[in-house]
């Protein structure tokens, strides 16, 4: 079956501007994740939504950064006026419940120049 | 400061013997550990996991122990093949503190298994 998918998978950006990345979970899974994956580091939690619900965004790093799944199902996650520091591989993840095994997409690799 | 520590960065084995790598983790709270493995370009792929109330889980070529007394967690392969080489990242989840499902990942480290 069609795993997570996630677009687009290369993306360079000029500071200042505005990116969206967008993130398809896998049929029927409930759960959403963001992670942050800078060179060399672990990912890193950026946000969770169940359903359509976001219910944890704490590790949004600040407020230029911004997710949305209005439907339950496709995900958004928007970065305004982007930074180099923005610049990182931005994983999505999708699971059955809050706690059962999350997939990963391939992620979408963003260079902010 | 990091709550769930890779100390190795890379790891070499050759086909056929033991892979052992490390994980060691600070947050007593944490109840779940899993085990991802990554290849270039693409995303984690989950490999294994253990719940804090075992301290081995075992599936075909891949082992998981977890010594909670240590807070360290290993996964071992048995027998390593090439096509293992990849980033191996050790993971961590509590149930508190944010969504249960928020996974704590260590920085990994790259197997390289040589024929």
């Known amino acids: 079956g069609a795993g997570v998918s996630q677009s687009p998978r290369y993306k360079v950006a000029k500071r200042g501007q505005d990116v969206a990345l967008r993130c398809d979970p896998i049929?029927?899974?409930?759960?959403l994740f963001w992670y942050q994956q800078a060179l060399g580091q672990g990912p890193e939690f950026l946000t969770y939504?169940?359903?359509?619900?976001?219910?944890?965004k704490s590790g949004l790093p600040s407020d230029r950064f911004f997710a949305e799944r209005p439907e339950g199902s496709v995900s958004t996650l928007k970065i305004q006026r982007t930074q180099q520091e923005d610049s990182a591989v931005y994983l999505c993840a999708s699971s059955l419940g809050e706690s059962e095994t999350q997939y990963f997409g391939p992620g979408t690799r963003l260079l902010v120049l | 400061d990091q709550q769930v520590k890779q100390n190795s960065p890379s790891l070499s084995v050759q086909e056929g013997r033991i892979s052992i790598l490390n994980c060691d983790y600070t947050?007593?709270?944490?109840?779940?550990f899993l085990w991802y493995k990554k290849y270039p370009a693409e995303g984690p792929t989950f490999l294994i996991s253990i719940s804090s109330i075992k301290d081995k889980n075992e599936d075909g070529r891949f082992t998981v122990f977890l010594n909670k007394s240590a807070k360290h967690l290993s996964l071992h392969i048995v027998p390593s093949q090439p096509g293992d080489s990849a980033v191996y990242f050790c993971a961590a989840s509590s149930p508190y503190g944010g969504s249960q499902g928020n996974l704590i990942f260590g920085k990994g480290t790259k197997l390289s298994v040589k024929p």
């Open positions: 939504f169940q359903n359509e619900a976001q219910l944890d």
């Open positions: 049929s029927g899974h409930v759960s």
């Open positions: 947050n007593s709270m944490f109840d779940y």
